[in-house]
Structure formats: C-alpha cells, structure tokens
C-alpha cells in the first residue's frame, strides 16, 4: 500500500543549499545566545560625578531605568547624587560598608523629584543616608518599603520640598533603632503608611496623606517603635 503525503517539504539538496541552512541555523543559534542576555536588575553609582542624571556617573554607562534600582556600595562618598532632572528608579540600595550618602536637586531652577519605584529604598549600611534637600522632593511610583537595617538610617528630613505617597501604601521597615531612620517633610498623597518589623521610625511632619496608619500586621508580628516626632502629626485617618 502506497501513502501520499501532499505537503511533504521538498528535500533539501547538498551543494549551496546545505552551507545556506548552515548559515541560517548559525544565525539563529547567534540571536538565541544575545536574546538570552537578561536586563540587569540593578545598576551601580560609579562615584566618579555628582550627576544623577547622567550615565557616565554609573557603572556600565547608564542611569537606572524605573526597572532597575541604584546600588550605592562605594566606601567613600566622593561625588554625592545630585538630581538635574526629574526622573523615575525602581528604587535604591546602600550595602553593607557603604559611605554616608547625601541627595539634592540642582538649585536655581526647577524643583527635581526623584520617584521610587516598587524597590523602595534600602540600607544595609551603618551610616546615615540623607534626603533633606530644598530643590528635591520624593514621590512613590508604587506601593513600596523604605528598610533600614542594621545601625545606618534613612532620613527624609524636613527641609525637603515635598514627600508624596502618590496614592500608594508606605511601609517603613527594617531592624535599625537609630533615631535617625526620618521623614519629617509632611506626607501627602491619598495612601497609607504602615510600620512592621522591629527598628525605630519617627515621623514629625504635618502630614496630610489620605490612608490609613498601620502598626504592624495581621498576623501581630513585632512592629518596633513608630514615633511622632511632634504634635497632629497622624491626619484624621483610621489607625
């Protein structure tokens, strides 16, 4: 009995035809092998200029993109980040032996705001990262953690031109007690602020955000100390 298989490719002949699919099959193998090539999730402060912005300040040649977060780990702050635009990052992080780092805006012009992605913000480190800049403000681009572990500080302090949950959930985390892990600038925006795990946070600012304040979670885990640096500063929400 004969079988008929109409759609049966053609053979494919030596000669020219077998180096061309040779070449194709290398072509793909080559576009396999760069496509496989992942994004890097995090990106490192070169220490080598003061300009935020720009790509040459980071290792690689570029700024973090808002996937991707900044990774501080030099000893020493030679150049402290200094923000000419706006821009967005997936967050930042201060490792372990990393210098103390201080943030600003460019002055004379435009107010800069540095938007924080779903990375949030954290330190590893045992000295004070400072965000306190007139020409700087900050802004949540998600739900996210600011963490401070260890004996360092994250502090957000008062002279900042604004601080704004931009409708997200802020959760302040991490096991640092240091009276020095702040926001004083006063928290707008229409999300909540929660505190979980066992280090010290203060917020002292005249805070209008819209959320609810949570002290630790469902399941009665150790919240730590959250304390209010001064008077009204819990706006009329649920706590």
């Known amino acids: 009995m004969s079988m008929i298989f109409p759609h049966w490719p053609r053979p494919i002949h030596r000669g020219n035809d077998s180096g061309a699919l040779c070449r194709v099959f290398a072509g793909l193998a080559l576009g396999i092998v760069i496509g496989a090539q992942p994004a890097r999730s995090q990106v490192v402060w070169g220490n080598t200029a003061i300009a935020f912005n720009t790509g040459t300040s980071w290792v690689g040649?570029?700024?973090?993109?808002?996937?991707?977060?900044?990774?501080?780990?030099?000893?020493?702050?030679?150049?402290?980040?200094?923000?000419?635009?706006?821009?967005?990052?997936?967050?930042?992080?201060?490792?372990?032996?990393?210098?103390?780092?201080?943030?600003?805006?460019?002055?004379?012009?435009?107010?800069?705001?540095?938007?924080?992605?779903?990375?949030?913000?954290?330190?590893?480190?045992?000295?004070?990262?400072?965000?306190?800049?007139?020409?700087?403000?900050?802004?949540?681009?998600?739900?996210?953690?600011?963490?401070?572990?260890?004996?360092?500080?994250?502090?957000?302090?008062?002279?900042?031109?604004?601080?704004?949950n931009a409708g997200f959930l802020l959760t302040l985390a991490g096991t640092s007690t240091s009276a020095s892990n702040l926001i004083g600038e006063p928290i707008s925006g229409a999300g909540g602020l929660r505190k979980i795990d066992a280090g010290t946070w203060t917020i002292s600012g005249a805070n209008t955000y819209g959320g609810t304040t949570e002290i630790g979670t469902s399941g009665g885990a150790a919240a730590g100390t959250l304390t209010l640096g001064a008077n009204n500063v819990l706006p009329g929400t649920a706590v």
């Open 61 to 164: 040649g570029s700024v973090p993109s808002s996937a991707q977060y900044g990774q501080f780990s030099a000893a020493t702050a030679s150049f402290n980040p200094r923000l000419s635009a706006s821009i967005s990052v997936g967050g930042l992080q201060f490792d372990s032996g990393t210098a103390a780092w201080t943030f600003s805006g460019t002055s004379g012009g435009a107010k800069e705001v540095l938007t924080i992605g779903s990375s949030g913000v954290l330190s590893n480190g045992s000295n004070t990262q400072t965000f306190n800049n007139a020409n700087l403000g900050i802004v949540l681009g998600a739900a996210a953690s600011f963490t401070s572990n260890s004996t360092g500080a994250l502090s957000f302090g008062g002279t900042l031109d604004s601080f704004s």
